[in-house]
């Protein structure tokens, strides 16, 4: 594919306006974490610490790139703990020791979701004890953490269209055995385990200008404006944003904007918590590829960062050879996949870049 052919394909994506970017700032990025940090930004990443010990040179990379990190599996309730009432907290606490040590917020991640959840828990789990089994979870793990963290995603991805049901709540095993209210409950357990930690509702697909994500919007504003109205101490909103490539022309439009200015409207602070783009329909060379990831990643920020309320940017993962999307959404082509800023070699790609630029373009916040 030649470079017409490939602006053409850009432009058949709604990507065209985007395609130069990340080329005009190759000398000059600084690193992420200082320019989100003069726009009063955060910026960071998920990690493993596994893989700092396959890759010291990646170790080096997230300590000049970030300043908030995300456990990626670390807190997870099956990584806590493998049977009934006993919890390891070793990796999670060495991942805490890391980020304090070198002045890197943490995000908690994630005290209820339907996933990940230890065989011992979805078996006992049941109408009678969903609660108590649920509440004495969060006090467990965010109390073993109070005051240590930034903040906390209390619930994940809790919204499902596709449920059918008029509060759009996504079926799960905690909507079965605790009821409509867990998220309720679940935020007010933590503030009472954790009352410094800012406590966020994490969810996936909110980003997309389409008619799934739409409804999620607006069943999230309908919720959140219930729950609020309750008191319920819910401060801030995490967009997953694991972007397809070829969803481009649904990102980053007028709608979503406007959905940001209304979680700003109520106080929310919002946040890009799994930032990534799946390049599964994108062409197998590697510098076309690198180029459109790099125009979405510039779609999809610029519009984001437009809004006051957009308080920091964390990608899900680095560098390539540290994504789940190979795991998760791998090339037909077996190709590796490139959804992250950095390569393989830990070396900047133009998605860094086009990440750089809208860093330095965007409005700093008060
Ligand atoms: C993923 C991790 O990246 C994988 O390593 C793990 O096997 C599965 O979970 N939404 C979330 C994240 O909230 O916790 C998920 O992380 C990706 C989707």
Same mark, same amino acid.
């Given at each position: 594919m030649d470079r017409r052919d490939f602006i053409k394909e850009l432009g058949a994506m709604g990507l065209a306006e985007w395609a130069g970017v990340g080329a005009m700032a190759q000398a000059a990025a600084a690193p992420l974490r200082q320019l989100a940090a003069s726009k009063g930004l955060l910026f960071g990443s998920c990690l493993a610490l596994k893989y700092f010990v396959q890759s010291a040179v990646y170790q080096q990379l997230f300590l000049a790139q970030c300043d908030i990190a995300t456990p990626e599996v670390h807190m997870k309730w099956n990584s806590l703990s493998n049977q009934p009432e006993v919890y390891a907290f070793g990796n999670a606490d060495k991942f805490v020791a890391f980020c304090a040590t070198n002045h890197i917020k943490v995000r908690g991640?994630?005290?209820?979701?339907?996933?990940?959840?230890p065989a011992w828990a979805t078996a006992q789990l049941t109408p009678g004890n969903g609660q108590a089994m649920m509440v004495d979870h969060i006090r467990k793990v965010a109390g073993h953490f109070a005051g240590k963290l930034y903040s906390w995603d209390v619930v994940n991805e809790v919204l499902d269209p596709g449920s059918h049901r008029p509060d759009g709540l996504r079926d799960s095993p905690w909507l079965q055995n605790v009821g409509a209210d867990y998220i309720e409950q679940a935020f007010r357990a933590t503030a009472a385990a954790d009352p410094h930690a800012l406590l966020v509702w994490n969810e996936n697909y909110l980003e997309l200008s389409n008619g799934f994500g739409s409804a999620k919007r607006t069943a999230m504003l309908n919720l959140l404006d219930r729950l609020l109205a309750r008191g319920v101490p819910i401060h801030g909103v995490g967009l997953e944003a694991h972007l397809r490539g070829e969803q481009a022309s649904a990102l980053g439009d007028a709608s979503y904007e406007a959905f940001l200015g209304e979680l700003g409207r109520r106080g929310i602070k919002i946040f890009i918590t799994e930032l990534d783009v799946q390049d599964a329909t994108f062409p197998a060379d590697a510098g076309a590829r690198d180029q459109a990831v790099a125009g979405i990643y510039s779609k999809f920020l610029t519009a984001s960062l437009r809004q006051p309320a957009v308080r920091g940017v964390v990608t899900w993962g680095l560098a390539d050879s540290f994504s789940w999307i190979a795991g998760y959404r791998p090339r037909k082509d077996g190709l590796p996949v490139r =959804?992250? =800023?950095?390569?393989?070699?830990c070396q900047p790609k133009a998605a860094y870049y086009a990440i750089a630029e809208t860093l330095e373009s965007a409005p700093r916040r008060a």
């Amino acid at each position: 594919m030649d470079r017409r052919d490939f602006i053409k394909e850009l432009g058949a994506m709604g990507l065209a306006e985007w395609a130069g970017v990340g080329a005009m700032a190759q000398a000059a990025a600084a690193p992420l974490r200082q320019l989100a940090a003069s726009k009063g930004l955060l910026f960071g990443s998920c990690l493993a610490l596994k893989y700092f010990v396959q890759s010291a040179v990646y170790q080096q990379l997230f300590l000049a790139q970030c300043d908030i990190a995300t456990p990626e599996v670390h807190m997870k309730w099956n990584s806590l703990s493998n049977q009934p009432e006993v919890y390891a907290f070793g990796n999670a606490d060495k991942f805490v020791a890391f980020c304090a040590t070198n002045h890197i917020k943490v995000r908690g991640h994630t005290l209820v979701w339907r996933d990940e959840l230890p065989a011992w828990a979805t078996a006992q789990l049941t109408p009678g004890n969903g609660q108590a089994m649920m509440v004495d979870h969060i006090r467990k793990v965010a109390g073993h953490f109070a005051g240590k963290l930034y903040s906390w995603d209390v619930v994940n991805e809790v919204l499902d269209p596709g449920s059918h049901r008029p509060d759009g709540l996504r079926d799960s095993p905690w909507l079965q055995n605790v009821g409509a209210d867990y998220i309720e409950q679940a935020f007010r357990a933590t503030a009472a385990a954790d009352p410094h930690a800012l406590l966020v509702w994490n969810e996936n697909y909110l980003e997309l200008s389409n008619g799934f994500g739409s409804a999620k919007r607006t069943a999230m504003l309908n919720l959140l404006d219930r729950l609020l109205a309750r008191g319920v101490p819910i401060h801030g909103v995490g967009l997953e944003a694991h972007l397809r490539g070829e969803q481009a022309s649904a990102l980053g439009d007028a709608s979503y904007e406007a959905f940001l200015g209304e979680l700003g409207r109520r106080g929310i602070k919002i946040f890009i918590t799994e930032l990534d783009v799946q390049d599964a329909t994108f062409p197998a060379d590697a510098g076309a590829r690198d180029q459109a990831v790099a125009g979405i990643y510039s779609k999809f920020l610029t519009a984001s960062l437009r809004q006051p309320a957009v308080r920091g940017v964390v990608t899900w993962g680095l560098a390539d050879s540290f994504s789940w999307i190979a795991g998760y959404r791998p090339r037909k082509d077996g190709l590796p996949v490139r =959804p992250l =800023p950095f390569d393989a070699n830990c070396q900047p790609k133009a998605a860094y870049y086009a990440i750089a630029e809208t860093l330095e373009s965007a409005p700093r916040r008060a």
